[in-house]
T-cell receptor, first 115, second 113 residues
């Protein structure tokens, strides 16, 4: 089945640090990748949609200069949380979909803790 | 404004019985619906989907029912197994366009042995 790998799975860092999270589709070409954020006991909230080779489309209320997304290839997208602060602490999950009507396949998420 | 709602945060079912998880939506433009299962510290795993042209889709022990007039879908698991214990999310999408999903808040299912 389709496999999406997300790395790292857990990050703890100091306030002001920038953190990069990688999302890779291992056995299919991901034409579109999505980045979500989940707070405890809440739903997965879509942050942005990225298509390979083009700029990401951000959801309302998501700061594009804060959450930098790069989708340089059909198998890799990265999310960089710039100058992270404690309020950015959350669970970040990526997903990827290939061509046609395939459902999104998710990575295992990254738990980000900013001290 | 929560466009996709799962009003039951948790559900307990005896092993071998039927589990019924419910989901309601408000946006009449949604035409593709999915159920995902999530274990702690893992990403969601796709279970089953249904297009709005159907009212039922079955895959093994899992069946999804869609009632468009009521804007309601449900996931039936029969028979329930302890390994089914997880958080279940429903998601809705407009099949055309960006394919982005709107997720419900999840229902934690516990199947008791």
């Amino acid at each position: 089945g389709a496999v999406v790998s997300q790395h790292p799975s857990w990050v703890i860092c100091k306030s002001g640090t920038s953190v990069k999270i990688e999302c890779r589709s291992l056995d299919f070409q991901a034409t579109t990748m999505f980045w979500y954020r989940q707070f405890p006991k809440q739903s997965l909230m879509l942050m942005a949609t990225s298509n390979e080779g083009s700029k990401a489309t951000y959801e309302q209320g998501v700061e594009k200069d804060k959450f930098l997304i790069n989708h340089a290839s059909l198998t890799l997208s990265t999310l960089t949380v710039t100058s992270a602060h404690p309020e950015d602490s959350s669970f970040y999950i990526c997903s990827a979909r290939g061509h046609g009507g395939q459902p999104q396949h998710f990575g295992d998420g990254t738990r980000l803790s900013i001290l | 404004d929560q466009q996709v709602k799962q009003n039951s945060p948790s559900l307990s079912v005896q092993e071998g019985r039927i589990s019924i998880l419910n989901c309601d939506y408000t946006n009449s433009m949604f035409d593709y619906f999915l159920w995902y299962k999530k274990y702690p510290a893992e990403g969601p795993t796709f279970l089953i989907s249904i297009s709005s042209i159907k009212d039922k889709n079955e895959d093994g022990r899992f069946t999804v029912f869609l009632n468009k007039s009521a804007k309601h879908l449900s996931l039936h698991i029969v028979p329930s197994q302890p390994g089914d214990s997880a958080v279940y999310f429903c998601a809705a999408s407009e099949a055309s366009g960006t394919y982005k999903y709107i997720f419900g808040t999840g229902t934690r299912l516990k199947v008791l042995a």
